[in-house]
């Protein structure tokens, strides 16, 4: 796995501090890292790499989730349908609603790309039920910054 700091920007720099050693002692900072690649629109794959690194430590509901994302940022729609649903049954295992609710909102967003609406409207429902501590300026911003 090569970070190019051209590229990869705070994810490499994050990394070339911490060391490559870092990814295999600690998979949630694997997948801190897939989220800033994926958060800068930069490499999906390596992301997705990142992640199943994570995942190959433990089972973790947030790596399952970026692993969607990674999906999603690949428009691989299936895909990431089964990694929201294991981030999602792994968030109920770990007790994390809000994982489960942003769980449950992407689950809509595929969903609704592979044109099943009534199962779209359907977990949009349960994400708002599960998010529903969330001012409604957080959820509209969060709304909208998945529709990007």
Known sequence: MLFRSELDGPAANLLARHGTGSIERDPLYAVALARALLAQ???????????????????L????????LCYEAL???????RAFSA???RA????????????YFHLGLT??????????LDHFLRAEIMLYFLPTVV???RARMAQE
């Open 41 to 59: 629109k930069a490499r999906p794959l390596l992301a997705l790499d990142l992640a199943d690194t994570a995942l190959e430590a433990r089972p």
């Open 61 to 68: 509901g947030r790596a399952h989730f970026v692993r969607g």
């Open 75 to 81: 428009d691989e729609p299936r895909p990431a349908l």
């Open 87 to 89: 981030a999602r049954h």
């Open 92 to 103: 109920a295992l770990e007790r994390d609603p809000v994982l489960s609710g942003y769980c």
């Open 111 to 120: 969903w609704d790309q592979l044109g099943e609406r009534a199962y779209a």
């Open 139 to 141: 959820r509209r911003s």
